[in-house]
């Protein structure tokens, strides 16, 4: 199966994406080819379980092209992508020798990739630092746009920097390690790209769905059609972002059109909500972004924004990802609370995407929303998810 090549040209940087299969054993030579030399010293950060899976191969392949290697492990889960994480990484890099010719190399998922390059964003006020992601939210989402960060008691990411990595390496076949929950969680960004991305897109990720089932990923995985279609849908997914991080790298708070990188964040007032209430243990991100984009399109059809039929559509492909956790225990007043937090709030106001149609988002604020009708929908599908 050939490679994709994705290129992004901003402002501040450009960088390649390269996805294929059986990529993670030319990760050195990679490294060398973004970094534009070799021989100098790389810290990858992983946690225990990816580094177990995954690390040797990259870590055996950065060393046989000349890079001196060292590791930071940290824990697993979004309650871990704190500042006290971050100092650590940072009190590591610099214990290893880390100068500012010399780079970070994140290996696992949004957690460690979102930890990473902010770490790699304040040490030395800025080294380089290269992705490779290994889950499927990963891959299509954090990984490309340079956005970083920590989860901080007052709200998810409020506390981040843009720090464009320096390449981003996609092996699709560490999707077969990952769990069911995993996976679902990284279709949920898949279907959120496809409602604000347009109709081909969404009913891309729809044929997708339909010939290889989340649960059937693990037979399928030897398949040369499934890898070449996998690929296909993450290069898609991928170039889509690509689009809009270009446009407004570093999302300008005056933006309010539909090409505005602010309309990734559709699904994310009600995603981090939940995140927030459950103390960022109970949920995936991906899950917690399935029920922000039913929200979201729920909420656009009660304001006459998004038509049935529309809103129907994007509720199938996204049923058909798979189940997403019960919300018996969460309170709906603290979720709406919850929304004060989020990052999102500029000028007082929240900012919130919604849509006019699949493929038509729209940034509308809570001063053009009633309040009794956020409320009413969102304890009307808390209601109903329970």
């Known amino acids: ?114 930890l990473a390059g902010f770490a790699a964003a304040m040490y030395l006020r800025g080294i380089a630092f290269l992705q490779i992601p290994t889950t499927l939210l990963s891959m299509i989402d954090s990984s490309v746009g340079g956005k970083t960060g920590v989860n901080t008691v007052f709200g998810k990411n409020l506390v981040g920097a843009f720090h464009q990595p320096s390449g981003v390496l996609i092996d699709v076949d560490t999707l077969a390690t990952l769990p069911q929950r995993e996976l679902i969680a990284g279709f949920c960004e898949v279907v959120k790209h496809g409602a604000i991305g347009g109709k081909p897109l969404l009913k891309q990720t ?58 990734l964040n559709f699904g994310h007032t009600l995603a981090h909500a939940l995140e927030k209430v459950t103390s960022y243990q109970y949920f995936k991100h991906g899950e917690a972004v399935g029920y922000g984009i039913l929200f979201a399109a729920e909420l656009s059809k009660s304001l006459a924004l998004c038509d049935e039929k529309d809103v129907k559509l994007l509720n199938d492909v996204a049923q058909s990802v798979g189940p997403l956790p019960a919300l018996a225990k969460i309170d709906g007043d603290e979720v709406f609370e919850a929304f004060k937090f989020d990052k999102k709030h500029l000028s007082g106001s929240l900012q919130m995407i919604l849509l006019k149609g699949i493929g038509k988002p729209v940034i509308l604020t809570d001063n053009d929303i009633p309040r009794t009708t956020v409320q009413k929908v969102l304890k009307q599908l808390l209601k109903k998810w329970a």
């Open 1 to 114: 199966m050939p490679n994709v090549k994705v290129r992004i040209s901003g402002r501040d940087s450009a960088y390649k994406i390269k996805i294929g299969s059986d990529t993670l054993s030319s990760a050195g030579p990679w490294v060398a080819d973004c970094l534009k030399r070799d021989g100098c010293k790389v810290a990858i950060v992983s946690n225990p379980t990816v580094f177990q899976l995954h690390g040797e191969a990259v870590e055996r392949s950065l060393i046989e092209a000349g890079f001196a290697v060292s590791r930071f492990l940290m824990k697993d889960g979004e309650a871990h992508k704190s500042l006290r994480t971050a100092e650590a990484a940072l009190s590591f890099f610099s214990e290893a020798g880390l100068t500012r010719t010399d780079a970070v190399v994140a290996l696992g998922g949004g957690v460690v990739g979102d």
């Open 206 to 263: 729809q044929k997708f769905l339909s010939t290889f089932p989340i649960e059937a990923f693990g037979d399928n995985q030897t398949d040369r059609g499934f890898r070449s279609e996998i690929s296909k849908l993450i290069a898609a997914n991928v170039e889509f972002k690509a689009k809009i991080v270009v446009g407004d790298e570093r999302e300008s708070s005056k933006r309010m059109d539909g090409r505005s990188r602010k309309i």
